[in-house]
């Protein structure tokens, strides 16, 4: 069975940093991309950064670019996310999800999300 | 990035309906769109992949066409448990993007 259990998630104040984690199982992670994507509550899906298997394709959304980071640990079986100077509108359950092939794919599996609350 | 717009934003029917939801790109994805369906607290889940091909489980209900810049997911027969968000998603190039989602209330 495909698991995704995501962690690091919290409360945590304007202009600061936070590492999300995503650690995985039931599948080989290296075969796949990987994705984060996240809901501000109430509100609809916003893709957020994704990397292929190899790690050799990485993408972010606009309002993420210069302040997040994505990336892998293979051997780990692990998924990260460090945002740096956070925003208020970043506030949102944010989902590591796996696509369906080692590039852009459709996104298969999900995990439950992790919130992040950013507020002063 | 690519914009995607999604219409209506909602709508309300009953069960046995036949529901209709586009979805438009600002521009060509040829067919590297998938739809998904959300339900309240829960994580979205595939419905359809490559514009038009159904992910496997779903009910056959449930259909997808277009290419190029214009899609469309049709729920034949809605059901009670169809009522849900759904999403468009282009994954033909970074930055991937979704729709607004459409919202489909019990009338």
């Known amino acids: 069975e495909v698991q995704l259990v995501e962690s690091g998630g919290g409360l945590i104040q304007p202009g600061r940093s936070l590492r999300l984690s995503c650690v995985v199982s039931?599948?080989?992670?290296?075969?796949?991309?990987m994705h984060w994507v996240r809901q501000p509550p109430g509100k609809g899906l916003e893709w957020v950064s994704g990397?292929?298997?190899?790690?050799?394709?990485?993408g972010y959304a606009d309002s993420v670019t210069g302040r997040f980071t994505i990336s892998r640990n293979n051997a780990k079986n692990s998924l990260y996310l460090q945002m740096n100077s956070l925003r208020t509108e970043d506030t949102a359950l944010y989902y590591c999800?796996?696509?369906?092939?080692?590039?852009?794919?459709?996104?298969?599996?999900w995990g439950l999300g992790t919130l992040v609350i950013v507020s002063s | 990035a690519i914009r995607m717009t999604q219409s209506p934003s909602s709508l309300s029917a009953s069960t046995g309906d036949r529901v209709t939801i586009t979805c438009r790109a600002s521009?060509?994805?040829?067919?590297?769109l998938a739809w998904y369906q959300q339900k309240p607290g829960k994580a979205p889940k595939v419905l359809i992949y490559?514009?038009?091909t159904l992910q496997s489980g779903v009910p056959s209900r449930f259909s997808g066409s277009g290419s190029g810049t214009d899609f469309t997911l049709t729920i034949s027969w809605l059901q009670s448990e169809d009522f849900a968000t759904y999403y468009c998603?282009?994954?033909?190039?970074?930055?991937?993007?979704f729709g607004q989602g459409t919202k489909v209330e019990i009338k």
């Open positions: 521009q060509g994805i040829s067919n590297y």
């Open positions: 999800a796996k696509a369906s092939g080692s590039h852009r794919d459709k996104l298969e599996d």
């Open positions: 039931g599948f080989t992670f290296d075969d796949y991309a």
């Open positions: 990397i292929s298997s190899n790690s050799r394709s990485i």
């Open positions: 490559a514009a038009s």
């Open positions: 998603h282009q994954y033909y190039s970074y930055p991937e993007t």
